[in-house]
């Protein structure tokens, strides 16, 4: 599991990762839209995965998953800082 979208579709699209989440639709569907699921909703979906079965959905992947990649941070935060 890499990818937000590869989140939904563990939960056989938006309208079940919503249901499973207790989100109302359009809620799970601006969050697909984004490729981005706010913390606060990580334990319910950590929880919703592990009751389904489903693989690859833990606290450690959701943080990869929303962590930019080194070429598309910004290069103001991207520069070491020296002491």
Do not use: C
Request: charged fraction near 20%; hydrophobic fraction near 45%; charge should be negative.
């Amino acid at each position: 599991m890499n990818t937000i979208d590869e989140v939904f579709a563990a939960f056989s699209g938006t309208s079940a990762f919503a249901a499973a989440l207790g989100l109302n639709l359009s809620t799970a569907s601006e969050m697909r839209r984004r490729s981005s699921i706010p913390v606060r909703y990580w334990p319910k979906l950590v929880d919703a995965a592990r009751e389904r079965a489903i693989d690859g959905i833990t606290f450690d992947t959701l943080v990869a998953m929303h962590v930019p990649a080194p070429e598309t941070q910004n290069p103001m935060f991207s520069e070491q800082v020296n002491s």
